[in-house]
């Protein structure tokens, strides 16, 4: 029997609307065109890849994260084999293993994906504010968006019923103020309008969640080093693929993850390092069994655009490969002295 990342039936759901069904639910149930065209991709990128039991039961998930982590594994090994690199997933039911093995330049080099938390607002408050949103449906929205500023939010959900009935208030009041201050169970939220067209589906304007401090480096750290290779039996290069969504993270985030306070232009300064990163520890070198990390962001398959990639080399790696014949934006050090490291940064390939 083949294991179907999808079903077999005629679609018919074309509701957009819907905020709190599981990433997968709508990949495999909706109709409309988008998710149509996100089915293929997704189905072009599993050409090849050994769709187990033990993939689909997470393909499948209602948990979004591991749904996502199962997307990302397929996107790794299509991209791979779409460059021509030979690749094989391997079989983590008997010995601990990395999720891919790939051939580069006649070397193994072992894949490992992973995926990093999103900065600001915590899974359990993201999915209350879309049981909010979801709520919205039951409003006759007459044909505005309703825009939404998170002032406050709490671990609880408030009043559906009551945030409805001032928002439709709101709506029907001809003599309205520029706009709606809502106080609930702990929540504070503000709503404003915005006309739409009659034709407009979909009711849901702006969000603006609370002002916060973030730390998407930390998100990055702390995956990375549940990646760390200590627990495979490896002899070969070693690559983390690293999926992020986090919106907050840059360049110089990943550069603090990493190098831990390095700030540098054209070299890598072991001496201005301050405490701990993933490749640099209190001024020195560490985890050189990971020879590289790939960071992937952007991945959507309802994009047409390609993900946006990175690959950052570590300085000094137990176990090197032919780095320089992957098509990938890349960078990595030559050693100057005992303290510096030059940095080198391919042109930009995308």
Not at 153 to 171: E, F, G, Q, V
Not at 287 to 298: D, E, I, W
Request: charged fraction near 25%.
């Amino acid at each position: 029997m083949v294991n179907k990342l999808f079903d077999d039936f005629e679609r018919t759901d074309i509701n957009r609307d819907n905020f709190v069904v599981e990433h997968y639910t709508f990949l495999n149930t909706s109709a409309i065109d988008e998710a149509e065209r996100a089915r293929k991709k997704i189905n072009l990128w599993s050409d090849g890849f050994p769709v187990t039991t033990e993939f689909l039961k997470r393909f499948r998930s209602k948990n979004n994260k591991q749904h996502t982590a199962a997307l990302f594994e397929l996107y790794i090994f299509h991209y791979f084999r779409n460059k021509g690199f030979p690749i094989e997933a391997l079989d983590r039911g008997k010995v601990a293993t990395p999720d891919f093995k790939v051939s580069i330049d006649g070397k193994t080099v072992y894949v490992e994906c992973t995926c990093s938390s999103n900065s600001g607002i915590t899974d359990t408050i993201e999915e209350l504010q879309s049981v909010i949103l979801d709520s919205f449906k039951k409003i006759d929205k007459q044909e505005y968006f309703i825009n939404i500023e998170w002032l406050t939010c709490a671990p609880n959900t408030p009043s559906l019923k009551k945030i409805r009935h001032h928002i439709r208030n709101y709506i029907n009041d001809q003599h309205r103020a520029r706009q709606l201050f809502i106080e609930d169970g702990g929540w504070k939220i503000n709503i404003t309008l915005l006309s739409a067209s009659s034709s407009v589906k979909r009711g849901i304007g702006f969000m603006q969640n609370p002002a916060q401090v973030v730390t998407p480096h930390l998100n990055v750290l702390t995956a990375l080093n549940d990646k760390r290779p200590s627990k495979y039996d490896l002899n070969g290069p070693y690559i983390i693929a690293l999926n992020s969504e986090d919106m907050f993270l840059g360049h110089l985030d990943m550069e603090l993850a990493l190098f831990e306070g390095a700030r540098f232009q054209d070299k890598l300064p072991l001496k201005l390092c301050r405490d701990f990163g993933f490749f640099i520890a209190k001024q020195h070198l560490v985890n050189s069994s990971v020879s590289a990390v790939l960071l992937v962001q952007r991945l959507s398959p309802y994009s047409d655009e390609s993900p946006k990639m990175m690959l950052y080399n570590h300085p000094e790696p137990k176990y090197t490969f032919a780095k320089e014949k992957l098509p990938i934006n890349q960078q990595w050090f030559e050693k100057i002295d005992e303290e510096n490291y030059q940095v080198i940064n391919t042109p930009e390939l995308f």
